[in-house]
């Protein structure tokens, strides 16, 4: 076996993906006759078998782990930038709603890790640069249209929680984080800013749940409509309600506590729940 120049893998790995990105805009232009009409079956699942899917997930990310750590550091870099925009701008109130925003645009943030255990299942070496292959997808464009609504989501969240805070706490801005605590945990307006604020965004999770908690692996594995995607998801949803408002709370948690060691935890969290996300995706769907 030949031990390559770091250097000239990572020129290859880049070379690799500059050409695969290249490419993509040949699959916006897809016609319906490519779109596979057979309509994929939903199986039942338990809480029984998150289980399996996140061993899984640490499975795929212990098996790459260099490789999917260099492309996740986007992430802690990305809420790192958003959190100093915040602190920097008085919008201190914000930032619980962008920690925990994460989990709005987590199943579309993480389809190149889903990519990765689409190859692995099908017994192919992995490597970082392989996660750009999404873009030639024949779906891609509907992805990126997902995607895209997904971001919209995002951007409504974080209005409705700073219309809440202006209408429970606010209008004022908190003048030191020390003195935004004492708002929120010691006064009656703080408390009704976090259940309002929790219901609200409870709601966003829901609807992000039903929407993308399959459509993302289903789009990437078969050439599917985009309302064919979507519809499957939320009917996912709708036969495991329990196991699927479970899967949503053990995202949301983990994204949350990655999350507050300064976003550096996104790092593994959403590897590994990207991983077992395309898991879970092979026991819903047949």
């Given at each position: ?14 070379r ?10 040949h ?79 987590g ?29 030639t ?15 919209v ?134």
């Amino acid at each position: 076996m030949t031990i390559r120049n770091p250097a000239e893998w990572g020129t290859e790995q880049f070379r690799e993906v500059a050409h695969v990105v290249g490419a993509a805009g040949h699959y916006f232009g897809r016609t319906d006759e490519t779109l596979d009409a057979r309509r994929p079956i939903v199986r039942n699942i338990t809480i029984a078998d998150l289980g399996p899917v996140l061993r899984a997930g640490l499975s795929d990310f212990a098996a790459s782990r260099s490789d999917v750590i260099f492309i996740s550091l986007i992430y802690p870099l990305a809420g790192l930038v958003l959190s100093q925009i915040v602190l920097g701008t008085a919008f201190l109130p914000l930032l619980f709603p962008l920690a925990s925003g994460f989990a709005l645009i987590g199943p579309f943030a993480a389809t190149g890790v889903y990519e990765m255990s689409r190859r692995r299942e099908r017994g192919e070496e992995v490597s970082w640069a392989d996660a750009a292959h999404v873009f030639t997808s024949p779906s891609f464009g509907a992805i990126f249209r997902l995607g895209m609504m997904l971001t919209v989501v995002f951007a409504l969240w974080m209005l409705a929680a700073w219309l809440i805070y202006r209408h429970t706490v606010g209008p004022e801005m908190p003048v030191s984080l020390s003195a935004f605590a004492s708002d929120v945990f010691n006064t009656t307006q703080g408390w009704t800013m976090i259940v309002v604020g929790t219901g609200v965004g409870f709601l966003f999770a829901l609807f992000v749940l039903a929407v993308s908690v399959v459509s993302f692996p289903l789009l990437l594995d078969r050439k599917v409509r985009l309302s064919t995607a979507v519809r499957t998801s939320m009917e996912a949803v709708w036969r495991n309600p329990v196991a699927m408002l479970a899967w949503g709370f053990i995202v949301a948690a983990g994204l949350v506590l990655g999350s507050i060691p300064l976003f550096v935890g996104l790092i593994v969290v959403m590897p590994v729940l990207g991983h077992a996300t395309w898991h879970l995706y092979r026991r819903v769907i047949a």
